[in-house]
């Protein structure tokens, strides 16, 4: 069993920042990937970023590349999607997600189904 507890949602006017974090707790952090979804009103759950076990291999959907970051600290257990230059289309919830699905190196899944355990969510609001 794996918890996941996201934090940092909020809201901001267009063009700041947030900085998500997920605490995890349970099985050993380095034994599965991470990665950040989000859904808003209305719309499928939708894929933001990943990181591998290793943290060497990430991804990103292309409309958040070179504005979002995510990294994770396997010491700490704790991973992050740091957010910068918002826009209101970013409005959503944001959930975390653990995948047992890769190895330690070997590229973090993108799907929802990939993912075996997921946070509460926390809601970020973008004002215009």
């Known amino acids: 069993q794996v918890q996941l507890v996201e934090s940092g949602g909020g809201l901001v006017q267009a063009g700041g920042s947030l900085r998500l974090s997920c605490a995890a707790s349970?099985?050993?952090?380095?034994?599965?990937?991470m990665g950040w979804f989000r859904q808003a009103p209305g719309k499928e759950r939708e894929f933001v970023a990943a990181i591998s076990r290793s943290a060497a291999n990430i991804a990103y959907v292309d409309s958040v590349k070179g504005r979002f970051t995510i990294s994770r600290d396997n010491a700490r257990n704790t991973a992050h999607l740091q957010m910068n230059s918002l826009k209101p289309e970013d409005t959503a919830v944001y959930y975390c997600?653990?995948?047992?699905?890769?190895?330690?190196?070997?590229?973090?899944?993108?799907?929802?189904?990939?993912?075996?355990?997921w946070g509460q969510g926390t809601q970020v609001t973008v004002s215009s």
């Open positions: 349970g099985r050993t952090f380095s034994t599965y990937a």
């Open positions: 997600a653990a995948s047992f699905a890769s190895s330690w190196y070997s590229p973090p899944p993108q799907l929802p189904h990939a993912y075996d355990y």
